[in-house]
């Protein structure tokens, strides 16, 4: 249990690290047409998301998310990262298998910071090349800071 512990935080600290990169003040309600999602509301989907995981693993309800300002919804975003980290950390037992949590809510969430990343390229604020293969990524650093 403790490596499953392990690699769900770090896959977490993961997610909060890519979408950070991805994350600009002025990109909540950049719209890029055809009914895509704005920034504000995927930030909003990944908060959903955390929920759902914790209803997954943790057996934790699912609560809806009124939207907010974009900057309200990346602190959302943050705190639920950060409740999400916290519950797995002191988990006695899970609920689902941890493999759904990945494949289905861990997933999603990464696939959405690649949509935020293209939507700030579109927008006109590029992210520069990392390997993230070497990115500084602890556990328990979820931070998001709009910058």
């Not at 896959?11 to 704005?38: N, V």
């Not at 939507?119 to 650093?141: K, M, N, T, V, Y």
Request: proline share 7%; net charge neutral; aromatic share 4%.
């Amino acid at each position: 249990m403790e490596d499953t512990r392990a690699l769900l935080r770090h896959l977490l600290a993961t997610i909060a690290y890519r979408t950070r990169k991805c994350l600009a003040p002025d990109l909540g309600e950049f719209a890029a047409g055809s009914g895509a999602r704005t920034p504000a509301q995927i930030v909003r989907h990944m908060a959903g998301l955390c929920g759902g995981a914790g209803a997954l693993l943790l057996g934790r309800p699912r609560a809806e998310l009124p939207p907010l300002p974009w900057e309200g919804e990346v602190v959302r975003l943050e705190a639920a990262l950060r409740e999400l980290d916290g519950a797995i950390a002191v988990a006695a037992g899970w609920e689902a298998d941890p493999l759904r949590v990945v494949q289905g809510p861990f997933a999603d969430m990464l696939t959405h910071t690649g949509q935020l990343a293209m939507l700030r390229r579109l927008a006109g604020w590029p992210l520069p090349a990392e390997d993230f293969s070497r990115a500084p990524i602890q556990a328990g650093d979820l931070a998001l800071r709009v910058g």
